[in-house]
């Protein structure tokens, strides 16, 4: 998905948020491939899965964006 949406559309942006027993932002909202690349390979498991902490912690950062078109997704 990464690839697929820098590469052939460089006005999406993605954020990055990690959670385990708390929520974190890994990355603010960027189109640059290689740093969220980066990021993703640095997130590490541990401490459980709060994944409600995960989700309210992305809508904060899509609550702050001014895109027409936002999705969230979960992996």
């Known amino acids: 998905m ?3 949406a820098t ?3 460089a006005d999406v942006e993605i ?3 990690s ?5 974190t932002t890994t990355q ?4 640059n491939s290689t740093t ?3 990021k993703i390979n640095q997130i590490t498991a541990s401490d459980g899965t709060n994944i409600q902490a995960g989700i309210k912690t ?3 950062l899509l609550d702050a964006e001014t895109a ?7 992996d």
């Not at 603010?28 to 189109?31: C, E, Q, V």
Request: charged share 15%; hydrophobic share 35%.
């Open 19 to 23: 959670y385990n027993s708390t929520a």
């Open 36 to 38: 969220l690349k980066s």
């Open 58 to 60: 992305a809508q904060s």
């Open 15 to 17: 954020a990055i948020v």
């Open 68 to 74: 027409e078109n936002e999705e969230l997704f979960e």
């Open 7 to 9: 590469q052939y559309n």
């Open 2 to 4: 990464l690839s697929t």
């Open 28 to 31: 603010i909202f960027t189109s």
